[in-house]
């Protein structure tokens, strides 16, 4: 599936088109990207007619979300998310982001930390998921510092998980449960503020 | 099925919906100020995927569908569903995706249309739906053409820190509401 329109305060996410692709494979084919080494199905570099054709079947997949992320009314990242089709799991089971990309010409800008921000509203506030969960190279120090913020906890820590530029690499295991986010996040990241009361049900 | 164009007050037509139509109101359900009591926000939007739903919902047999316009233009979508040819009964809905458009009565025009369509043209004899308690505009609206609390379910789901009840309604044909339906 694709993703709908979810603002942050500084980014956009929204729903991907064919106009984005450019920009996607420009960063899969990036090696500051690719450094942080939990290469997905959407990191890979590939061919245009594949891109297109990876757009249409994530269009068409019911169990993950590709969002773009816009800043400034420019393309400025792309994430997506999964979850367990299991009957009646949507939103019971945990999510997962299993990709997260920012532009690395708008690295430290603070549009990762907003993009993931807005991304775990929807996850927490929207779907109301009992958790979030993913993986991360334990040298990707940007990543770890919005995770960290956000309250993933680490529960499983790989040793010499991954490969590049000439040496192993950790993996880090993460996951944020739903009283984490109320407990930190609750409060002001509510996508409706203005809760409807009883009065209104009259 | 698609629906025939019904004219009606203040500048409300059901009218018989188009391809574009249908694309048109998935783009609407991608925005936050139309979804408060609807689904997460996430779809498949492939153009292919819209002519093949669309083909169904013309082929189908169960439901009749029609997009709400006001003034000729496009601002949403209503229709019966599930239809019981046997007990004739169905399952009613709307979606209203111009949201600078909300509290003009645009919805309670198009059920009015809709309900008469149902008991004139269909010879339904019950049609049954469900809302969210706290979409006071829906609400109201079927409340308005006569639909009847039957009953309410509590916390169906969550969203943005509170807990949404859905409120099941019901309207019957002229003459065909059970003994003590109020």
């Given amino acids: ?202 | 099925m698609l629906g025939p164009r019904l004219d009606g007050e203040r500048g409300v037509a059901l009218v018989t919906p188009t391809l574009d139509h249908v694309k048109r109101n998935w783009e609407w359900m991608t925005h936050g100020e139309t979804t408060r009591f609807w689904g997460v926000r996430a779809m498949d939007l492939r153009p292919e995927y819209a002519e093949e739903r669309f083909k169904k919902l013309a082929e189908a047999r169960d439901n009749v569908n029609w997009s709400i316009v006001l003034d000729g233009e496009q601002v949403g979508m209503t229709g019966l569903f599930d239809i019981n040819w046997i007990t004739r009964d169905a399952e009613s809905g709307i979606f209203i995706g111009r949201h600078d458009l909300y509290g003009r009565g645009i919805g309670s025009e198009a059920i009015r249309l809709r309900t008469a369509f149902a008991w004139q043209e269909l010879r339904l004899r019950r049609v049954h739906n469900w809302i969210a308690v706290r979409n006071r505009g829906s609400r109201r609206a079927n409340e308005k053409a006569g639909y009847r609390q039957m009953g309410r379910y509590p916390r169906s789901w969550f969203r943005s820190g509170q807990w949404h009840d859905e409120w099941l309604g019901e309207i019957f044909a002229p003459g065909q509401q059970p003994p003590g339906w109020v």
């Fill in chain 1, 1 to 202: 599936m694709l993703g709908g329109i979810l603002r942050g305060r500084r980014t956009i996410l929204r729903v991907p088109t064919e106009a984005d692709l450019d920009g996607m494979a420009r960063w899969a084919a990036d090696m500051r990207v690719r450094a942080a080494l939990t290469h997905a199905y959407w990191d890979e570099p590939a061919a245009r007619a594949t891109w297109k054709e990876r757009l249409a079947k994530q269009s068409e997949a019911k169990d993950s979300v590709l969002w773009a992320i816009e800043a400034d009314g420019a393309l400025a990242g792309s994430c997506r998310v999964d979850y367990s089709m299991d009957p009646g799991a949507f939103g019971d089971g945990g999510i997962g982001i299993t990709h997260f990309t920012i532009d690395p010409e708008r690295w430290r800008q603070g549009l990762g930390w907003d993009a993931a921000l807005t991304l775990h509203r929807w996850i927490f506030d929207i779907v109301h998921a009992r958790s979030a969960a993913t993986t991360l190279a334990a040298h990707n120090a940007a990543a770890l510092r919005i995770s960290e913020r956000l309250g993933y906890q680490t529960y499983a820590h790989g040793h010499a998980v991954y490969y590049g530029d000439g040496r192993y690499v950790d993996e880090l295991q993460q996951r944020m449960e739903l009283a984490t986010w109320d407990e930190r996040w609750g409060v002001a990241e509510r996508e409706y503020p203005v809760p409807l009361g009883e009065e209104l049900e009259k």
